[in-house]
């Protein structure tokens, strides 16, 4: 991959609408608007990815510094023993394996928290990313009523001009409303297993979402009646 996820999120998230009603001087709409929602579902699967990885290391490490601890309680116990049977050497060598494990726990507590860390930085790109494809729709409605305006300030003198650019912009407009009709019927298809898992994760992403935003506002009610 040329270009890391965190550049290719921060690029898919900076873009705006400009380049794409420009890249439709000499484009199909629908071919332009299918690449811009492909360009950003496929950077959706590819931090899916990575998170499933990063999970599977968090669960991973995890297991095994919970294995090193129940290892660690247990050799006191039998340390205890060796000494009470004067057994140094046993003694010397439970001691030795903690030692090994003493060393090891923080390593593997720094990479739990690493993970932990590392894992809601990429649910916040998947989030972000699904809030651009939502508003890709709002942006270019706004990009077209900005150049409305302007045509309407200026004058007819560029009009032709505004009349071209304002074009452009409703269909670009009308080929986003079609792609996402598109998407949201081969997701409700049934048309393959890898379209379906895509669309409860999509709908799994949704439904967090909805919770938090009410959550938020219910902490702002409750704030409002405190105060």
Do not use: C, W
């Not at 809601?120 to 900005?146: M, N």
């Amino acid at each position: 991959m040329s270009e890391n996820l965190t550049t290719r999120v921060g690029r898919i998230i900076s873009g705006g609408v400009n380049a794409i009603v420009d890249a439709m001087e000499n484009a199909a709409p629908d071919l332009i608007m299918e690449q811009v929602v492909r360009e950003i579902d496929t950077a959706i699967d590819d931090v899916r990815t990575e998170l499933g990885r990063v999970t599977a290391g968090r669960y991973l490490a995890d297991t095994r510094l919970k294995d090193e601890r129940q290892h660690h309680e247990s050799l006191t116990l039998q340390i205890e023993t060796a000494i009470a049977e004067d057994r140094e050497d046993l003694a010397e060598a439970g001691i030795s394996r903690q030692l090994d494990i003493e060393a090891q726990i923080p390593v593997l507590e720094s990479a739990i928290a690493e993970a932990g860390t590392k894992e809601k930085e990429l649910e916040g790109y998947i989030q972000a990313l699904q809030a651009k494809k939502r508003e890709l729709g709002t942006e270019l409605k706004r990009f077209a009523e900005s150049r409305n305006n302007q045509e309407n300030q200026t004058g007819s003198t560029h009009s032709g001009s505004g009349n071209d650019i304002a074009a452009r912009v409703a269909r670009a407009e009308s080929a986003f409303n079609r792609v996402m009709e598109k998407q949201s019927g081969l997701a409700t298809s049934g048309a393959g297993s890898e379209i379906n898992q895509s669309a409860r994760l999509a709908e799994l992403e949704e439904l967090t979402r909805n919770n938090r935003v009410k959550e938020r506002l219910a902490t702002l009610k409750s704030g409002s009646g405190d105060s």
